[in-house]
């Protein structure tokens, strides 16, 4: 099994992250919804903000987080408020 952090733009601090809602491997993460690990990561590490899930679908589509934030910002607020997760 493949560690996540071997998954671009993870680093210690996302891994020690993703650990407290039991992801360890990198074919877990790429196998999950990077929207419901997010809302996991929310409620399971306080102040857990949108670069965290930037990085983590840039992790699942092996892109670097800030095209993720500037392609698909808007797509990605509207996604989190029809989850009832819009930022404050």
């Known amino acids: 099994m493949k560690p996540v952090s071997s998954l671009p ?3 210690p601090r996302s ?3 993703l ?6 491997g990198a074919d877990t993460l790429l196998a999950s919804d990077p929207f419901e690990v997010y ?3 929310r409620q399971a590490v306080p102040g857990t903000g949108l670069n965290a899930l ?3 679908i840039g ?4 892109r670097h987080w800030i095209d ?3 392609e698909r910002r ?4 509207i996604r989190l408020d029809r989850m009832g997760l819009a930022p404050k």
């Not at 992790?59 to 092996?62: D, G, V």
């Not at 808007?74 to 607020?77: G, M, P, V, W």
């Open 9 to 11: 733009g993870l680093g």
């Open 15 to 17: 891994v020690e992250q």
């Open 19 to 24: 650990a407290r809602v039991g992801i360890h």
């Open 39 to 41: 809302a996991r990561l």
């Open 54 to 56: 930037y990085a983590l």
């Open 59 to 62: 992790a699942i589509e092996n």
């Open 68 to 70: 993720i934030k500037r």
């Open 74 to 77: 808007a797509e990605i607020l």
